[in-house]
């Protein structure tokens, strides 16, 4: 274990350092993190939502209040695209000496241009947005967009391509209007570019983007093999923004085919032809994306610095419900350099254990007709369908995955307590210096 950190002091650490440092990186980060009030505060309402007790499904239903529930999340916790887009562009440009709010409103306003206003059903179109792609389908388009058109406002804004107003007009007012013409180029090329996605094949941009990201993923096949493959590459997209609706598409097919499979034999008393292949699933996305229901309950207790004792407390709730979207975009995982291996690494590793403890006899027990919600916390869902040895490797699981993510949230939690007693220090330093300075 000392030799580990020691290389995660010596060669990995500074190199993620040197990387998180890139202006790119800390304004994405920064916009995942600023979704945290979304994320955390429907939570509640994401859960309540989801209850796995049919009378109150059915008062929920028959009250109409489930729609209002739906609504709800659908412009929070399912539109996170739309804030990070906005967000990211106002750090980039902020990061780089422009102003921050017109960076941002110049990448909502690309990031809108280039969406789809046309949606499909079977009768026909309807004009509208697809809220698709306004959620997790639309971050990693999103990303791409508030870079390159915030950085574009920046490039021009330097250059002084800016609208000069006498010294008389407000600040305020000067300040919106110096960037007319800088807009103008930046929109029109908007335009430009929505128009000649509409001449390609994808009819858009953004499924020209999560097109062309999975075409290079190949059909994975039903064995254990290519069940890791795919828990380990949904984990990937999700550390460079991109949902793993990517990958799902393609192997989709494998996954209903299998399913349906392993369910009409089992109904039939025959043996599961696909059981294997369950097996190494049976941990996929353990607590969410990314496996961090371990690291969600160690953080409260092991965390040092404020700011992720703050968070591990915030988070074991949703967390315990399968909600970790305020650790992915919160802590931050997702573009942290210091969590690609545990991140990727934990899907690595659940697989294997799948497969181990399928090889075990521990899954013989599995009912495939047993249905469950999301939100089913994950050793009480293992222990329905299983029974005590589902619950049991389900708490190994747990307790492994904690393990992976613990040296390195050891290495960021020491990094966080050193900005803050940095800043603790600063504001010492700027206090006695107020104390000292002669009254007038």
Known sequence: MSNFNETLDSKIMPAMSKLSENKIIKSIQYGAMSTMPLSLGVALIAIVANLPFEPWMNWLSATGIDLHMEATLKVTLESLALYMTF?????????????????????????????????????????????????????????????????????????????????????????????????????????????????????????????????????????????????????ACWFFGIHPNVVLSMFLPVLMTTGTANLNAFMGGEAMPYFPFTGAMMFYAFGGTGNTIGLSLMMPFVAKSERYKALGKLNIGPAIFNINEPLIFGLPIMLNPLFFIPLVGSSLVNGLLGILFYNMGFFNALNPT?????????????????????????????????????????????????????????QEVVSKEKTLQPEN
Request: no cysteine; aromatic share 12%; charged share 15%.
């Open 87 to 235: 967000i990211i562009g106002y750090y980039n440009a902020q990061e780089r000496g422009s102003n921050g709010l017109t960076g941002g409103v110049i990448s909502l306003g690309a990031f809108l241009i280039l969406m789809p206003h046309v949606i499909a059903y079977e009768g026909g179109t309807v004009s509208g947005i697809d809220f698709d792609y306004l959620g997790a389908d639309g971050i990693f388009g999103g990303m791409i967009i508030a870079i390159i058109f915030s950085g574009l406002f920046v490039f021009f804004n330097k250059k002084g391509l800016v609208v000069k107003l006498p010294e008389s007009v407000p600040p305020k007012v000067a300040e919106s209007m110096s960037p007319t013409f800088i807009a103008m180029i930046i929109f029109t090329s908007v335009f430009l570019i929505r128009v000649a996605f509409s001449f390609t094949e994808y009819g858009d941009y953004f499924t020209a983007i999560n097109t062309v990201i999975g075409t290079p993923i190949l059909k994975l096949g039903a064995n254990p093999t290519s069940a890791v493959i795919f828990m380990v590459l949904t984990s």
């Open 370 to 426: 047993i249905s469950l919600p999301w939100v089913m916390p994950v050793i009480a869902g293992h222990f329905i369908r299983i029974g005590l040895l589902g619950a049991l490797t389900a708490s190994i699981v747990l307790v492994v995955d904690a393990l992976i993510y613990y040296p390195f949230f050891k290495k960021a939690d020491k990094l966080a307590l050193a900005e803050e007693q940095a800043e603790e220090a600063e």
